[in-house]
């Protein structure tokens, strides 16, 4: 069936350092949305990319979807431990359920 | 708001014994999801309920499992009998309107199957 490929699983960074987590459909999606899960927590919405080449900014967070509608990433600038936690893309094909990636675990060393 | 509620928040049984999971969506969100979430696989969805009509259950590991929507207000999943390897965190999450709404998650209920 339809799903995303994220990546990495893991990464770990030293306070200040950026971090980047990378999704891919091998289908067209319909658009992408992308949540964040701290330890012990559920999925919380961040934002959602419908666009092909769509850009967003959250402060600083950067989101982006690719040309294709195939890819997109989430780009976090200077991370702060508060920034820990599990990073999840999730995809949708049209239809009304959203799959969601293996996600990318951020710890952030201070 | 109150949030999408679940209960119980914790569910310890031993294997063969029945498991019943309860889900309170958000007040008017017309789309309700079950998801279950373990180290090996991630967050990988069960069904999903469009106007409490079941859409697509694919996810549904086998017959074990089963999840109802008697109401706009209400969901159950249902395991009979459970087993160690479905000891999981589930999920239920609800949005409002179609493909491209954001899901609000409930705070899961974790269940241990001994």
């Known amino acids: 069936g339809q799903q995303v490929m994220q990546i990495p699983q893991y990464q770990h960074v030293q306070e200040g350092e950026d971090f980047t987590t990378y999704c891919n459909s091998s289908t067209t999606l319909s658009n992408i949305q992308w949540y964040k899960q701290r330890p012990g927590g559920h999925p919380v919405f961040l934002i959602q990319l419908v666009k092909s080449g769509e850009v967003k900014k959250q402060k600083r967070l950067t989101f982006q979807f690719g040309e294709a509608k195939k890819n997109s990433s989430l780009h976090i600038t200077a991370t702060q431990t508060t920034d820990v936690g599990t990073y999840f893309c999730?995809?949708?094909?049209?239809?009304?359920?959203?799959?969601f990636g293996a996600g990318t675990r951020l710890t952030v060393k201070p | 708001d109150a949030g999408v509620i679940q209960s119980p928040r914790h569910e310890v049984t031993e294997m063969g014994q029945e498991v019943t999971l309860r889900c309170k969506p958000i007040s008017g969100h017309n789309s309700l999801f079950w998801y279950r979430q373990t180290m090996m696989r991630g967050l990988e969805l069960l069904i999903y309920?469009?106007?409490?009509?079941?859409?697509?259950d694919s996810g549904m590991p086998e017959d074990r499992f089963s999840a109802k929507m008697p109401n706009a207000s209400f969901s159950t999943l249902k395991i009979q009998p459970s087993e160690p390897r479905d000891s999981a965190v589930y999920f239920c999450?609800?949005?409002?309107?179609?493909?491209?709404?954001?899901?609000?998650f409930g705070n899961g209920t974790r269940l241990t199957v001994t």
């Open positions: 999450a609800s949005s409002f309107g179609q493909s491209n709404s954001p899901l609000h």
């Open positions: 309920f469009n106007n409490n009509v079941p859409i697509d």
């Open positions: 999730a995809g949708n094909w049209n239809n009304n359920d959203m799959r």
